[in-house]
């Protein structure tokens, strides 16, 4: 399956398996613990070895996220947004804004990179000396990369119960980001339909 900085970002807002939401960026150790397992998508634009997470970076990661959040909002629009923020999200200018401001925080220069043996593709050189900027800037690259390409046509927000997640669709009939919120939304339409014909209601899909 193809991963996206972009959605794994948007997606440390996660469903805790107990009711709850989980935030894998509420903490300093747990932002350490979110970055060192994206090391394979963070490799090329930016070494993580001695990076040290602080407070400050914590707080820029998590408002980068919000705009990402209110993004993903605007391009699932007309179907409902995740739940899990859906009553505070912050403008789509706000948003748009912030991921501007952050991407130009570091100054990049394409690279062409052609091996004898192989396709030519562009490399990001970096006049930033600070990874701590080029970390969030990466990330707002990708947040971007992501809003401008093909996969936010199949964007969609999880509409399992409990689940907040945002999924890309993978196939047509796709309508839950994984099997097991499947399984809970096809429960939850079968308690309902069991609960309307106990009452004598209608029953419903």
């Known amino acids: 399956m193809e991963r996206w900085l972009a959605l794994e970002l948007a997606s440390t807002i996660r469903h805790d ?5 989980a935030d894998d960026l509420s903490t300093v150790r747990g932002t350490t613990r979110w970055i060192g397992e994206r090391r394979d998508l963070l490799a090329g634009q930016l070494p993580i070895d001695g990076l040290v997470v602080d407070e400050g970076l914590r707080l820029e990661l998590v408002g980068l996220r919000q705009a990402v959040r209110a993004l993903f909002a605007r391009a699932v629009s007309p179907a409902p947004p995740s739940p899990a923020d859906a009553g505070r999200l912050m403008t789509a200018e ?8 952050v991407t130009a925080r570091e100054p990049v220069a ?3 990179e052609w091996p004898v043996e192989g396709a030519p593709a562009t490399r990001l050189l970096s006049a930033e000396d600070d990874p701590r900027v080029r970390l969030v800037a990466a990330l707002a690259r990708a947040a971007i990369d992501f809003l401008t390409g093909p996969q936010r046509g199949r964007l969609r927000s999880c509409t399992a119960p409990r689940c907040v997640r945002y999924f890309v669709k993978s196939h047509g009939r796709q309508e839950w980001c994984k099997p097991s919120c499947g399984n809970r939304a096809r429960a939850a339409r079968h308690y309902r339909r069991q609960r309307g014909a106990a009452q004598g ?3 419903h899909s």
């Open 201 to 203: 209601g209608p029953a």
């Open 94 to 101: 706000q948003a748009i804004a912030r991921l501007n401001r």
């Open 110 to 112: 394409p690279q062409l």
């Open 17 to 21: 398996g107990d009711g709850g939401v």
